[in-house]
C-alpha cells in the first residue's frame, strides 16, 4: 500500500490512539510485532532495521532484526476497518477516497499523479501530470513516429526468429554431418581391415 505522506486522515483525531504507529505517527499499515510485543507499521520497522537500529520501545531496546518480526493477526480485522476509513490524496485533493482504494485512485485517476508518456518505450523522455497527458500526446513526435517503429519492432523480430531458425538448422546439419563423418569412418575401417585380411590371403 502507498505511504501515509501521500495522503491524510479527514477524520483523524477520531482514531484511537491505540490504533497508531509509533514511528509514522499514522494509524498501522500492514503491522508486524517485534520481539517485545510491540506493534509498528510494517515498512516502518523495516527501515529501522535496514540502517541497524535498535528496537524503539524503550524497555525493550534489542537489536533489531528481520527475523524477529512477525504479522499481527489480532489486528486483521481492525486493519480491514482502518482500510475503510475515508483519506484526502494530497497530490490533487481529491476527498473521501477508501484509504484501500487509494492506490488505485494514484495509479489510476489522480490528475496530480507523474506518469510517463505512452512512447517512453520508443524514446519520448516525457514525464509529467496525468492531466497533462493528452495535450502532451496530440505533440508527441514520438507516439507519431510509432506505426512506423512498430513495423520495424515486427521486421526486427521477425529477423530475430529467421535466425534463431537458421541456428537450430545449423546446429541440426552439424549433428547430421557429424553422425555421417562418423559412420564414414566405420565404414573405412573396415575396408581398411578388409584389405589387410586379402592382402595376407594372396601372400599364403
Not at 137 to 162: A, G, N, Y
Amino acid at each position: 500500500m502507498t505511504s501515509n505522506n501521500s495522503y491524510e486522515y479527514i477524520d483523524r483525531a477520531n482514531i484511537d490512539e491505540k490504533l497508531i504507529c509509533e514511528l509514522c505517527h499514522n494509524p498501522f499499515i500492514d503491522p508486524v510485532v517485534t520481539q517485545c510485543g510491540r506493534t509498528y507499521c510494517g515498512q516502518c520497522i523495516e527501515q529501522k532495521i535496514e540502517i541497524g537500529l535498535h528496537c524503539p520501545s524503550q524497555s525493550c531496546y534489542q537489536l533489531l532484526s528481520a527475523a524477529h518480526l512477525a504479522p499481527n493477526p489480532t489486528l486483521r480485522l481492525i486493519i480491514s476497518m482502518l482500510d475503510n476509513l475515508k483519506v484526502r490524496c494530497r497530490l490533487c485533493g481529491e476527498t473521501n477516497i477508501n484509504r484501500r482504494n487509494f492506490d488505485e485512485h494514484i495509479q489510476e485517476s489522480s490528475p496530480e499523479q507523474r506518469i510517463d508518456c505512452a512512447g517512453r518505450n520508443v524514446g519520448c523522455p516525457w514525464s509529467g501530470p496525468r492531466n497533462e497527458h493528452s495535450e502532451h500526446t496530440k505533440t508527441c513526435l514520438f507516439e507519431k513516429l510509432r506505426p512506423m517503429t512498430d513495423s520495424l519492432h515486427k521486421v526486427i523480430k521477425k529477423q530475430s526468429l529467421d535466425i534463431e531458425e537458421l541456428q537450430k538448422q545449423t546446429e541440426q546439419q552439424k549433428t547430421e554431418f557429424g553422425q555421417k563423418i562418423k559412420t564414414l569412418e566405420k565404414e573405412i575401417n573396415t575396408l581398411k581391415s578388409s584389405m589387410k585380411f586379402l592382402s595376407r590371403s594372396i601372400y599364403l
